[in-house]
């Protein structure tokens, strides 16, 4: 785990509490694993861990299923935007490259 990982992302949340604050059923959380909209990691004895920030996409994803979109159009919808935060990293590492070379800095690495 990256030290510089945030509170948010640590994945320490139990199906159960995840059940309590999002309301949602562990079958219906166990579901959206099944889709790959959620990916909870498993502790030594198996059971599912959350972060806080899969609380919120959990959240999301009952909002947009109530509002009657199709968990595959989710999962289209997850893969899009994962794409194209990819792309704006790499331009963001692009330019940054463009900016130590123009600038003469050399990054220790």
Same mark, same amino acid.
């Given at each position: 785990?990256?030290?510089?990982?945030? =509170?948010?992302?640590?994945?320490?949340?139990?199906?159960?509490?995840?059940?309590?604050?999002?309301?949602?059923?562990? &079958?219906?959380?166990? =579901? =959206?694993?099944?889709?790959?909209?959620?990916?909870?990691?498993?502790?030594?004895?198996?059971?599912?861990?959350?972060?806080?920030?899969?609380?919120?996409?959990?959240?999301?994803?009952?909002? !947009?299923?109530?509002?009657?979109?199709?968990?595959?159009?989710? &999962?289209?919808?997850?893969? $899009?935007?994962? !794409?194209?935060?990819?792309?704006?990293?790499? &331009? $963001? !590492?692009?330019?940054?490259?463009?900016?130590?070379?123009?600038?003469?800095? &050399? $990054?220790?690495?």
């Amino acid at each position: 785990m990256a030290k510089d990982m945030s =509170y948010k992302d640590k994945k320490v949340i139990t199906i159960g509490i995840v059940r309590d604050l999002t309301g949602l059923s562990e &079958r219906q959380i166990r =579901y =959206y694993e099944e889709r790959k909209l959620i990916f909870p990691e498993r502790s030594a004895g198996g059971s599912r861990k959350f972060s806080f920030t899969d609380v919120e996409l959990l959240m999301d994803i009952a909002n !947009k299923i109530e509002d009657g979109i199709q968990t595959h159009e989710i &999962r289209k919808e997850m893969l $899009r935007e994962q !794409k194209k935060q990819n792309q704006d990293e790499i &331009r $963001r !590492k692009m330019i940054q490259g463009q900016l130590n070379a123009q600038f003469g800095i &050399r $990054r220790n690495s």
